[in-house]
């Protein structure tokens, strides 16, 4: 398989994001695309390698939208949406803006996917969002308790 010329633009967050330290999938990828003798270590792979195998795995993958919610000292996230491979530029080029306008002030994190495999993820403060208990339209998480007075 040769390089392949990007269809489309991709920010540097994103590059960043799937080919940094962080978030080793790419960089695995690449070292055990190597061969390796019996008995040594594979070595790490160049910039070059890691850029080749950014464009193969990328394309493919595909994207999760998730609300965390913060319950107690509990965490837990619901699913806003997905979007197939290649049908998400716009998340990419204005995150902020795109999640504001789609899903309103949450703390909301994209989970990227090869498969069912986990790729990366990264997460944003859409809106404004300061604190769990401020956009919580959809009932989700704990909400300011009234008080009414007695027990």
Known sequence: MGARAPAQEVPKWVYKLFTGHAYPFVRRQAKFAKTAQPGEDRPEP????????????????????????????????????R??????????????????KTYGKKKIKLNFYLGENFVCTQNFKAAGWTAHD????????ETPKESHGGT
Not at 50 to 79: D, H, N, R
Not at 83 to 100: K, N, R
Request: proline letters at 5%; glycine letters at 10%; hydrophobic letters at 40%.
């Open 83 to 100: 979007y197939e491979a290649g049908t998400f530029q716009e998340v990419l080029d204005h995150p902020e803006e795109f999640l504001a």
């Open 134 to 141: 401020d956009g919580n339209e959809q009932g989700m998480g």
């Open 46 to 81: 160049t910039p070059d390698e890691i850029k080749a195998k950014f464009w193969e795995v990328y394309p493919q993958c595909w994207l999760k939208v998730l609300q965390e919610i913060k319950t107690g000292m509990i965490v837990s996230f619901i699913e806003l949406g």
